[in-house]
């Protein structure tokens, strides 16, 4: 059983910036590829971005590129998606998800991600 607890979304203008964390249980946690995904109200989930379990590759929508940048820490057991230049389109509930069976490739489709955070809001104002 894998837990994942969110933290540091908020309320922010558009062009700032945020720092989530996705901190995670388990000893195996470095085995994991994890991802951030993201839902408004009444819409799909939506892939953001990736990271493999060694910490590369990773992968990012087309809308987040150059703007956002997903890491982990192993030693902490915790991956980290920076959102920097943000845009009330970003506006969403993110969630953190960990992928625990391995495959070479990096999903950005959320039904190959096992375990997933209870999210946390991001809002960006105008």
């Known amino acids: 059983q894998v837990q994942l607890v969110e933290s540091g979304g908020g309320l922010v203008q558009a062009g700032g910036s945020l720092r989530l964390s996705c901190a995670a249980s388990?000893?195996?946690?470095?085995?994991?590829?994890m991802g951030w995904f993201r839902q408004e109200p009444g819409k799909e989930r939506e892939f953001v971005a990736a990271?493999?379990?060694?910490?590369?590759?990773?992968n990012y929508a087309d809308s987040v590129k150059g703007r956002f940048t997903i890491s982990r820490d192993d030693a902490k057991n915790t991956v980290y998606l920076q959102m920097n230049s943000l845009k009330p389109e970003d506006t969403a509930v993110y969630y953190c998800a960990a992928r625990t069976y391995y495959s070479s490739k990096l999903y950005d489709y959320w039904p190959k991600y096992d375990y997933w955070g209870q999210g946390t809001q991001v809002t960006i104002s105008s």
């Open positions: 990271i493999s379990w060694s910490g590369y590759p990773t």
């Open positions: 388990g000893r195996s946690f470095s085995s994991y590829a």
